[in-house]
């Protein structure tokens, strides 16, 4: 049975006190020996903090974005190298808020994957509707326009992502996909996946709307369904251990 993998996405929140509290939390309530991959995705000026206080766990390192660069005049980027010189296991791209309010284009996204993956870093995809294309019935053509970006992208080096389905009409709105609708997009992305690669069994596939330590193991027990993209319930340590051990 294929590894599940739990990420946490902090977002725009912490501090160094609250951070070092959160990190020991998930450190003494980490199952011994379990099954799941866990990752946290902190923001760039924790990473440090991160990787010294995770030193030694089984909980790796991810970071919210990484530019398309190498390197040069782009004040504000952080390149591939420069996360992998941190020890960034993961790091996320084309996440919906980086899409919606930094005009992220499925390109810009795709060439982002590229980078990180040049430098050893694995990159976590994330595809997703809004709510007016859900509506519109324009759910499988929106992820999969955005999937293919990708996947055109890095041709070989797909069997190295990770892919995150992200409603986007379920992101901090506390509405969630209910385990069938998540089931049905992960199904379509896991086909395209399969048409483009002999062994995109091995791809995982995240759902990232709302999972919530109340509904991670409905989430979890469907069958394309290989982890989750944690956002808010990732920064109470009690729910983010709930929704690890659910995927045990």
Same mark, same amino acid.
């Given at each position: ?15 160094? *006190?609250?951070? @070092? ?27 440090? /903090?991160?990787? *010294? ?5 089984? #909980?790796? &390192? ?61 990159? #976590?995809?994330? &595809? ?9 019935? !324009? ?9 293919? @970006? &990708?996947?055109? /992208? ?29 089931? +049905? &997009? !992960?199904?379509?992305?896991?086909? +395209?996946?399969? @048409? ?7 791809? *995982? ?7 919530? @330590? ?35």
């Amino acid at each position: 049975m294929k590894k599940k993998l739990i990420v946490g996405n902090w977002k725009m929140n912490g501090s160094l *006190a609250a951070n @070092a509290v959160l990190l020991k939390a998930l450190k003494e309530g980490l199952p011994e020996g379990g099954n799941a991959g866990v990752a946290v995705a902190v923001p760039a000026v924790y990473l440090a /903090q991160a990787r *010294a206080e995770l030193e030694g766990s089984a #909980i790796g &390192v991810a970071a919210q974005d990484v530019s398309q660069h190498e390197s040069g005049a782009y004040t504000g980027e952080l390149s591939a190298a420069m996360l992998r010189d941190f020890g960034v296991r993961y790091t996320l791209v084309g996440h919906s808020e980086r899409r919606q309010y930094h005009g992220e284009t499925d390109a810009v996204v795709a060439l982002k994957a590229q980078a990180a993956l040049a430098k050893g870093v694995t990159p #976590i995809v994330c &595809v997703g509707e809004t709510l007016a294309e859900r509506e519109a019935g !324009h759910t499988e053509e929106v992820v999969k326009r955005q999937l293919a @970006a &990708v996947i055109h /992208q890095v041709g070989q080096c797909i069997n190295e992502l990770v892919v995150a389905y992200e409603p986007v009409w379920a992101i901090g709105t506390g509405r969630t996909a209910t385990p069938e609708q998540a089931q +049905q &997009v !992960h199904a379509v992305l896991r086909a +395209q996946l399969a @048409a483009a690669s002999r062994q995109a069994d091995r791809i *995982a596939l995240l759902y990232g709307g709302s999972m919530n @330590a109340s509904n991670a193991a409905q989430l979890l027990a469907q069958a394309d369904i290989d982890g989750g993209l944690v956002g808010g319930a990732s920064l109470k340590a009690a729910d983010f251990l709930t929704i690890i051990a659910a995927a045990q």
